[in-house]
């Protein structure tokens, strides 16, 4: 019911686009600082993540799983993620403030804050999931003041113009 509510509701729409406004000047200014300090550089926060993993009261490590991917492939491939999160972090935050492929932004956006939860940063995170969640559980309109309005019917005339739809069996 309240799923059925955020998707379809024009008032559910309003709240929606202040919450997407909230979250893409969040996610804008964030990527928007790491890319005009002159030099943003993740290695810093990988090793400290690495060195000081998330642990669970019995002092074990919780998420080494996570801790291996960031030795052996994060770390490795700095450079990679030194120009992802600047640039994935803008452009999450220019699709959410323009609501332009917001479920897509937002999808993007909650694997960074995955990201850096696993990690170990606590900061706003919380917050930012639950209110990502959101808007992701909102889809299309969430985005239905905002470019979406007409990019999305646009992409599905143009894009999906040949496919059928399913046909069920039963």
């Known amino acids: 019911m309240f799923a059925n509510w955020l998707r379809e509701n024009k008032i559910a729409a309003g709240i929606l686009t202040v919450l997407r ?4 000047y969040s996610w804008f200014t964030a990527g928007l ?6 030099g943003f550089d993740a290695s810093g926060f990988l090793k400290g993540a690495i060195a000081n993993p998330v642990k669970g009261p019995d002092g074990a490590m919780v998420y080494s799983w996570y ?4 030795k052996g492939f994060a770390l ?4 990679i993620f030194n120009v992802v999160v600047p640039v994935g972090e803008t452009l999450i935050g220019l699709g959410l403030l ?3 492929l917001t479920t897509a932004a937002m999808f993007f956006g909650l694997v960074m804050n995955f990201s850096f939860f696993l990690a170990g940063t606590v900061s706003h995170n919380p917050t930012d ?5 959101i808007i992701l559980t909102a889809g299309y309109n969430a985005g239905r003041i905002g470019l979406d309005r007409w990019v999305v019917p646009f992409i599905r005339k143009t894009v999906f113009k040949n496919s059928e739809p399913v046909k069920s069996n039963a």
Do not use: A
């Open 98 to 100: 323009l609501g332009c």
């Open 33 to 38: 600082g790491k890319l005009t300090s002159g």
């Open 21 to 24: 406004l909230y979250l893409g």
């Open 129 to 133: 999931i639950l209110l990502g969640f």
């Open 67 to 70: 801790v291996e991917f960031l």
């Open 76 to 79: 490795p491939n700095v450079d």
